[in-house]
T-cell receptor, first 112, second 117 residues
């Protein structure tokens, strides 16, 4: 079993839809949770960062962490064609210095 | 991706040659990480370095791969005697390494795409 599970998609939605992206994990030591966006043939770009459980909102993006269920989500409201990219969840264990474990990434396409 | 500079962006090597990938971290960052991304496998951690020190190389293949981050200059990922299976995108990330979250927020470069013929 992988430490971090993420559906690779692809996920296609119409413009304006609410997008829900999810990851599950098995390592209960994970405390820091990130979402990165990666456009084709580019490097990952940090979108959201959350420590422990809870919600965090930034513009059209909301990140949720449920540690009891070992489940994290990223919601994108009013999705735009420019949101079309691969979304990677990433996690770090507390005390795990800086070794980041990534999900495989979900490929999202927003259709105009 | 602003600030973490990787070069070259594309590198073509024949089997048996050496590949050298360079990474200059963001200004003020002293921690560097290398990752490899294969099409169906996602980003995999390779090595974590601080200036003149390798902190964790648990993700590095035991042979042919080495990394350094000298006191002066960029971090170098070196792959000796490349094979076709080394073809991948190699990403460098950096972090400031200080502060409550300083070590956990990593900023990535645009990557080097290595093709082995």
């Amino acid at each position: 079993q992988k430490e971090v599970e993420q559906d690779p998609g692809p996920l296609s939605v119409p413009e304006g839809a609410i997008v829900s992206l999810n990851c599950t994990y098995s390592n209960s030591a994970f405390q820091y949770f990130m979402w990165y966006r990666q456009y084709s043939r580019k490097g990952p770009e940090l979108l959201m960062y959350t420590y422990s459980s809870g919600n965090k909102e930034d513009g059209r993006f909301t990140a949720q962490v449920d540690k009891s269920s070992k489940y994290i989500s990223l919601f994108i409201r009013d999705s735009q064609p420019s949101d079309s990219a691969t979304y990677l969840c990433a996690m770090v264990a507390f005390g795990g210095y800086q070794k980041v474990t990534f999900g495989i990434g979900t490929k999202l396409q927003v259709i105009p | 991706n602003a600030g973490v500079m990787q070069n070259p962006r594309h590198l073509v090597r024949r089997r048996g040659q050496e590949a050298r990938l360079r990474c200059s971290p963001m200004k003020g960052h002293s921690h560097v990480y290398w990752y490899r991304q294969l099409p169906e496998e996602g980003l995999k951690f390779m090595v974590y370095l601080q200036k003149e020190n390798i902190i964790d190389e648990s993700g590095m293949p035991k042979e042919r791969f080495s990394a350094e981050f000298p006191k002066e200059g960029p971090s170098i990922l070196r792959i000796q005697q490349v094979v076709r299976g080394d073809s991948a995108a190699y990403f460098c990330a950096s972090s400031p390494g200080e502060g409550k979250d300083g070590g956990n927020i990593q900023y990535f470069g645009a990557g080097t795409r290595l093709s082995v013929l």
